[in-house]
């Protein structure tokens, strides 16, 4: 690995301990300030009733909302900054986006890739929610949409991703 | 009558978040069934500690004095049964109001927040005093359709404890507060709709609002703010409401 490839590489490593100091933040915060997401045996047991109770997913899908926003904008950041090099010197710019084909990269991707379809799909969820009026269990049950979709497109999204790593 | 009846041996283990760093948290109070949050905590308050603060006064769910968190979930103390199995609940005050001590929380912030939408009918000055006519909404009519699912608010601040939004303190006037609003703009007999619709569009009001849901689910009389927020977003750009 160069030096250029090295520097990239820890700050992509920066970006992604920010995002993950971001969301334990963002968990800490709220189980002070909401009430709801103290992750215990009485909120699976909330989960598993049909009905009101399972709107508490949706204040999970907020949480998740905010953790994959901040993180999609920081690594916009971050692109923006690689894809720049171009501008100073195109061999820099090919070696350090050498990176993005190692394993460790690879495995960033992936994470960013379902960040990406999560915050997609439930921004349009949430724009659903006011254009078609949709009620507490129609906007729950678009929120399983929403998480099928993710996990069906991220799915297929890694195998491209991983697949010249694994074999 | 409830038939109240407690088994031998059968205890309950109760957290209850205290103010006083020093006091007792965890207290094993006897069993019965039906058991309400409010009797555990009376239980509580007469075994183990007296000086514990928790409120209450009606016991039937009218007065939202008696509202807390448990497990995480905001409850009037009153209403809520605790669940058969359950060897242990969690109690804390509510999310996003001060705590004044124990499980006792300053309302003022939710309440600044009902005041701010003008919380009464304010009626045409033709149609105020004793000499004017009654105005009368039909009972089949849309408008009464309309405003009746939401006028059972008992100003418990479940909702708000329950809003992601308004339990993290960021400047949020709350979906009780909402809901009232919506009822009155939705109100025929109301003159200050244009107002009211002016405070919802505030940086504090509606846009706010992410849709957790948590003031819908929480309600402990089964009103809909987050539906009363949806029709004031769309009220806001609609004036044959």
């Not at chain 1, 915050?119 to 078609?132: C, K, M």
């Not at chain 1, 678009?142 to 195998?159: H, I, M, N, P």
């Not at chain 2, 849709?211 to 609609?238: E, H, M, N, T, V």
């Amino acid at each position: 690995m160069t030096v250029p490839q090295f520097l990239f590489f820890c700050a992509f490593s920066v970006v992604a301990l920010a995002i993950i100091a971001f969301g334990v933040l963002v968990v800490r915060t709220a189980q002070v300030d909401d009430g709801g997401p103290f992750v215990s045996r009485a909120l699976l047991a909330r989960l598993a009733k049909p009905g009101s109770e399972r709107a508490e997913l949706q204040r999970w899908a907020f949480y998740l909302h905010r953790i994959s926003g901040v993180a999609l904008f920081a690594f916009l950041c971050l692109h923006v900054g690689d894809v720049s090099l171009f501008v100073f010197s195109r061999e820099l710019y090919d070696e350090v986006h050498q990176v993005y084909g190692s394993t460790a990269m690879r495995i960033g991707e992936v994470g960013l890739l379902f960040g990406l379809l999560f915050h997609a799909f439930n921004g349009i969820r949430l724009v659903a929610v006011d254009v078609a009026d949709l009620g507490l269990v129609a906007s729950t049950r678009a929120l399983y949409g929403v998480v099928a979709a993710t996990v069906l497109c991220g799915g297929v999204g890694t195998v491209y991703i991983m697949a010249p790593v694994i074999g | 009558m409830r038939n109240r009846h407690r088994k031998a041996g059968d205890e309950l283990r109760v957290s209850v978040t205290r103010s006083d760093a020093a006091a007792a948290d965890e207290f094993t109070v006897p069993r019965i069934r039906p058991m309400m949050v409010l009797d555990a905590l009376l239980a509580i308050q007469r075994t183990h500690d007296p000086a514990i603060g928790f409120r209450y006064s009606c016991r039937v769910g009218m007065c939202g004095t008696c509202t807390v968190r448990v497990d995480g979930r905001s409850v009037l103390a009153c209403q809520t049964e605790i669940p058969e199995r359950a060897e242990h609940i969690r109690i804390d005050p509510l999310a996003g109001l001060p705590v004044v001590r124990d499980l006792v929380v300053d309302t003022a912030p939710f309440w600044q927040a009902w005041k701010s939408i003008t919380p009464y009918l304010v009626p045409d000055e033709d149609a105020a005093g004793m000499d004017a006519t009654p105005a009368v909404i039909k009972p089949d009519s849309a408008e009464r359709e309309r405003i009746d699912p939401s006028l059972d608010c008992i100003g418990c601040a479940a909702c708000f404890s329950s809003c992601g939004i308004a339990s993290a303190r960021r400047d949020f006037i709350g979906p009780a507060a909402l809901n009232r609003a919506m009822v009155l703009v939705a109100d025929s007999r109301d003159t200050a709709a244009a107002h009211r619709l002016d405070v919802v569009a505030t940086d504090s009001g509606v846009d706010r609002c992410h849709y957790i849901y948590g003031c819908s689910a929480a309600c402990p009389k089964g009103l809909d703010p987050a539906q009363a927020i949806r029709r004031l977003r769309k009220w806001r750009f609609d004036e044959s409401r």
